[in-house]
Structures are given as structure tokens and as C-alpha cells.
């Protein structure tokens, strides 16, 4: 049997939120109770949305909260020729081609019509590489371990940009070759990415590369109803002892793992312990989102 690897790939935008921290925790749990590795990946492949020192506030971070990652740190950014070479693959054989139409132009429709699939519309102008979503895997299944069997033609989510047209690489191709260089097993992550998963499929089978098992898990959502992010700013997790354990617990309780109480004032180390060993994903409730409960 392959090796557990499993991941955690913050965009370092800014610094990691309880949102952030239920996601980390879910996967590092999987990994650890599997005794497989858990690697981190930083996804700043978009330099302008990723401000200076977030990735190492992420980094302290992680470390505060006792999610402890195996190995060197994977960063995106250095990563360019790997994401060229699999573009090409895909660009050779027709699967991805270039698009010269701007957002404003497709308006009136839902996902961009594929105008410039047999051909560049405007030529000379800069040019976003987008994928085929009509010839490749379709339709995707698979059975994600949270939410059950799942199925979608990826034709009908669009064919989604694979490079953009200002040079910089796209999440959909960074995301699937580098979980493929680094051999990543399984997926932990949150439920927001779970329609992105049909596109990162068809990418890896065009690709030939093997398919992780999927572990979406539901939306950490504010009091406001809104999802906990960094756009909407979300209070960054603290790194201070006192401040991390009771987070650490309400974490815990947020994936219904119905963590004891008096854990929650346990250091770090010990409320890990407690959770690799009696971590157990059937136990989370499978919705999409859930307010963050207030303990
Ligand atoms: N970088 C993505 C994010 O921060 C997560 C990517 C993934 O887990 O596939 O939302």
C-alpha cells in the first residue's frame, strides 16, 4: 500500500484564522493517526495578494498550535518550470489553449463559452491559458470521505484558467502538480474547494498522475453567516500558549471530535496526543457550513 502524505497549502495572504486552523488540525489528525507524513505547502503563486512576512506569521503560527509538518517546506513560487512543463503536456496534446477574451466580454454567461478554443479570438493580444473541460475525464466521480459519492461534468463548471494572462500561474495547475511531485495521498481540506475538485481530476488524469483520496470539511462560518477568511478578517490565531490551548480545544469541538473538557487548559502536545488517537472523520457532521460555536 502507498504511503499516507497528506498536506496543508495556506495561500499565505495573510495570517491563518480559526477557519484556517479547523483545516490544518482535520488534515494533520488524518495524517498523524495514519503515522503518514504531513507536509506544508505555501501556495504564493500570487505575489501581489500575498504581503510580506504572512507566510512566516503562518509558519509561527503552525508551530504555537503543535502542528508540527514532516520535511522542508514547499514553496510555490520556485516552482515555475514544473507548472511550464505540464502546461505544455497539456497544450501539445490540446487539452489546454490560449484565450485572448476578457471577463467583460463573457458577462452575459455563466462560465466563459469557449470562444477561443479553435483559435485565439484577438491575436496579439495577451493570452490566459485555459483547459479543455469538454474533452477531457467526464464525467468526474468520486467518493469523498465526508460527503459521499460525488459527480459533475466538469464542461458545465467552465474551462477554467490554467495560466493567467499577466504571466502568473493559476491554483487549479499549481495545486495538481504539486500534489503529484510531492506524492500526496490524501486531501484534507475545506468545503469551499469542493467543486474545484472536478477540474483538479480531469487535470490529473490528462496528466497521469494518480488520485488522492478527498476529505472536504465543512465551512467555518462567522456570527455573521459569512465564511471565516482573511478577506473578511477573520481575528488572526494567536501564538501566545495561554490564548492557543482553548482555541486548540474549540478546534477540536468544531470537527466534532467532542473533545473532554478539561483539555481544554491541557498544553498543546497533550490535547494532540489525545485527538491523533481519538480522531475519527465519521464523526463530523457532513454540512457544507456551520457556525463557529461559541465555547
Ligand atoms: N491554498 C488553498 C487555500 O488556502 C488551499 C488549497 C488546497 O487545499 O487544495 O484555500
Redesign the pocket.
Known amino acids: 500500500m502507498n504511503r499516507y502524505r497528506g498536506r496543508f497549502?495556506?495561500?499565505p495572504s495573510g495570517p491563518l484564522h480559526f477557519g484556517s486552523l479547523v483545516a490544518a488540525l482535520a488534515s494533520y489528525l488524518d495524517a498523524r493517526q495514519a503515522d503518514g507524513d504531513w507536509l506544508l505547502r505555501i501556495?504564493d503563486i500570487d505575489p501581489p495578494r500575498c504581503p510580506p512576512g504572512a507566510a512566516d506569521t503562518i509558519l509561527r503560527q503552525l508551530e504555537a498550535f503543535g502542528l508540527h509538518w514532516d520535511g522542508p517546506v514547499h514553496w510555490q513560487h520556485a516552482r515555475d518550470d514544473a507548472y511550464r512543463t505540464a502546461l505544455d503536456s497539456l497544450a501539445a496534446r490540446g487539452l489546454a489553449y490560449p484565450c485572448s477574451c476578457s471577463r467583460k466580454q463573457w458577462r452575459g454567461y455563466p462560465t466563459y463559452p469557449g470562444w477561443c478554443r479553435d483559435g485565439v479570438r484577438a491575436s496579439g493580444k495577451p493570452v490566459a491559458w485555459r483547459l479543455r473541460s469538454d474533452l477531457g475525464l467526464r464525467p468526474v466521480t468520486w467518493q469523498d470521505r465526508l460527503f459521499g459519492t460525488q459527480r459533475f461534468d466538469p464542461a458545465e463548471l467552465g474551462d477554467v484558467v490554467l495560466e493567467r494572462k499577466d504571466g502568473l500561474w493559476a491554483?487549479q495547475l499549481a495545486?495538481v502538480v504539486d500534489d503529484a511531485d510531492q506524492g500526496i495521498s490524501e486531501?484534507v481540506?475545506g468545503h469551499d474547494?469542493l467543486d474545484n475538485t472536478p477540474w483538479q481530476r480531469q487535470l490529473q488524469h490528462a496528466l497521469g498522475h494518480p488520485e488522492p483520496r478527498y476529505l472536504h470539511l465543512p465551512l467555518i462560518m462567522d456570527g455573521g453567516g459569512q465564511k471565516l477568511s482573511k478577506q473578511n478578517l477573520a481575528p488572526p490565531l494567536p501564538t501566545e500558549d495561554a490564548a492557543v490551548r482553548p482555541l486548540l480545544h474549540a478546534a477540536l469541538a468544531a470537527l466534532d471530535q467532542a473533545p473532554p473538557e478539561a483539555l481544554s487548559t491541557a498544553p498543546v502536545g497533550e490535547q494532540l496526543a489525545w485527538a491523533i488517537d481519538a480522531w475519527s472523520p465519521a464523526r463530523i457532521r457532513p454540512v457544507a457550513e456551520r457556525p463557529r460555536a461559541t465555547d
Open positions: 497549502a495556506p495561500t501556495e491554483y495545486v486531501v481540506r474547494l
